[in-house]
């Protein structure tokens, strides 16, 4: 199995080969399971693509599914897939994070439009989580002393004021200050930053 795939999740083995026959139509690899409970216990960290889901179906629901998703940090977007009269659980599917939902019967051109999106924000979102674990990884390697420093450095604070607030030499601060954005491989503090607001650390400024 290749790690980029649509995956077709739906009870109705019918409608699921018709789904997965207009994904290969459209050069797409497709995969599909019964349900969502089998597509949780197949699943692996490295896939990648998009999930079409139905909304109704026995066991867990596509609404539970997408909880399910977010609650384990899974970076594969979800089309839901509604049948007649029940735009009430799309538009509460689209608030749990689904990217979108289409209603059965799928249409070629629309459902492949909608894949191509998926995929798009899907590789986006793969990399942000990338580079996310990356950054923590290189977080971890500062001492509790850099941190301090670190703090101080996103609040936009010169290092004489650096040196004041944490009573260290200025000397001491130049010296941390070198070693954090080595270790966070980052080339200015601009950078530096961007990465805090990325590792969710950047403290709230008031203006």
Not at 177 to 199: F, P, Y
């Amino acid at each position: 199995m290749s790690n980029t795939n649509i995956y077709v999740i739906d009870d109705d083995e019918a409608a699921r080969e018709s789904v997965l026959a207009i994904v290969k139509m459209k050069g797409f690899e497709g995969i599909g399971f019964s349900s969502a409970e089998d597509f949780l216990a197949a699943y692996q960290p490295d896939w990648k693509g998009c999930i079409i889901s139905d909304v109704r179906m026995p066991g867990m629901s596509g609404l539970e599914f997408l909880k399910e998703v977010r609650t384990r940090s899974i970076p594969i977007p979800v089309i839901m897939i509604t049948g007649y009269g029940d735009i009430p659980h799309a538009v509460l599917a689209m608030k749990s994070g689904a990217f979108t939902f289409l209603q059965k019967p799928c249409q070629a051109q629309e459902l492949g439009s909608n894949i191509d999106a998926a995929l798009e924000a899907g590789g986006a979102e793969h990399d942000r989580l990338r580079l996310k674990g990356e950054l923590e990884s290189r977080y971890k390697t500062l001492t509790d002393d850099e941190r301090q420093v670190f703090d101080k450095l996103i609040e936009g604070l010169p290092n004489k004021r650096i040196a004041s607030d944490l009573d260290i030499g200025l000397r001491t601060v130049e010296l941390r200050r070198s070693n954090i954005m080595k270790k966070m491989v980052a080339g200015s503090l601009a950078e530096l930053v961007r990465m805090a607001i990325t590792l969710n650390i950047a403290p709230d400024i008031q203006i």
